[in-house]
């Protein structure tokens, strides 16, 4: 099993910045990848930003040019550089991992982006 925790999230005003971590624990092992996802209020969940171990990334089509995905590995953790933020982005933001056949998301954080 893995546990998967999210934090960062928060209130922002538009043209701002946040910063999200993922930190995994448990049986963290063959991991394929790593990544964000959002989901806005009536939308589906839709894929941010995507990191695999080794360290090649996508990148959703509104996330370009604006978020960095990166990770730690001595951290067993992941980040999401969010900038110029726009209040479409709000949303609840969940950090995904792929470990050998499985998929575990976490529970969760809120981005708010308004003024």
């Known amino acids: 099993q893995v546990q998967l925790v999210e934090s960062g999230g928060g209130l922002v005003q538009p043209g701002g910045s946040l910063r999200l971590s993922c930190l995994a624990s448990g049986s963290i092992f063959s991991i394929s990848s790593m990544g964000w996802y959002r989901q806005a209020p009536g939308k589906q969940r839709e894929l941010v930003a995507r990191i695999t171990t080794g360290g090649s990334t996508i990148y959703g089509d509104s996330a370009k040019g604006r978020f960095t995905i990166s990770r730690d590995n001595t951290k067993n953790t992941i980040y999401l550089e969010m900038n110029s933020l726009k209040p479409e982005d709000t949303a609840v933001y969940y950090c995904?991992?792929?470990?050998?056949?499985?998929?575990?998301w976490g529970q969760g954080t809120q981005v708010t982006v308004s003024s």
């Open positions: 995904r991992w792929i470990v050998g056949s499985y998929v575990y």
